[in-house]
């Protein structure tokens, strides 16, 4: 009984070895046919382009090179005057930066004066009077701030027109509206708060007024 069990079990065991080799063999098989189709497909491939070579003449040859030089050179030539172009706006933007850098400098510092400017013009009109004293200290600090007025002229700096002009938000602006004693002065300026100022051709504070309407 024993004798019969091993022997089944032998024989099951070479069952199962023999499964397992058929099982290799076929994905052998296949693998190999794979290889064989992509042989054919490389080779039926480099036939085709071999046989249109063939087909022309060194002449042909030598138009189609010249063709795609040509395409070549005409990109390489397109990028170059891209590239120069691109080079050429850069500096020009450069030199504006520069420009106005130079030109508009100071204006940090300048607007930072405008508080004692304004000082300065209040302090004018507090002064106002009949006694000798006054008068003469009103003059001389009328002498230095036309002094100190036109120093920041010299550097670029100009009021802002408000004395019945048209209101314009490029300039002012308003910080009241009221209404016009004539119909010439709606939409004109009526007082001004406080002044305006440019430097140059850029406005660095607008000035505040009190527009007719």
């Known amino acids: 009984m024993k004798k019969r069990h091993k022997n089944n079990k032998k024989n099951s065991h070479s069952m199962n070895q023999t499964e397992e080799k058929k099982v290799q063999q076929e994905e052998l098989n296949e693998q190999a046919t794979e290889e064989t189709v992509a042989g054919e497909n490389l080779t039926d491939k480099e036939a085709t382009e071999e046989t249109e070579k063939k087909e022309l003449t060194p002449e042909e040859q030598m138009q189609q090179q010249l063709i795609a030089c040509e395409e070549k050179i005409a990109a390489q030539q397109d990028q170059i005057l891209r590239q120069a172009a691109e080079f050429d706006n850069y500096r020009k933007r450069t030199l504006k930066e520069k420009a106005e850098l130079i030109k508009n400098g100071g204006e940090k510092t300048i607007s930072a004066i405008l508080p004692i400017i304004d000082d300065l013009e209040r302090a004018l009109q507090n002064m106002k009077s009949d006694n000798e004293e006054i008068c003469a200290l009103k003059d001389g600090v009328e002498l230095i701030y036309n002094k100190f007025l036109k120093t920041l002229q ?60």
Do not use: M, S, W
Not at 178 to 207: F, M, S, W
């Open 154 to 213: 010299q550097e670029g700096l100009n009021k802002i027109e408000t004395q019945e002009a048209d209101f314009n938000t490029d300039f002012h602006e308003a910080i009241a509206l009221v209404p016009a004693p004539t119909d010439e002065l709606k939409g004109k300026i009526l007082d001004c708060v406080q002044t305006g100022y440019q430097l140059n051709d850029k406005v660095i504070r607008h000035a505040k007024v009190v527009v007719g309407q």
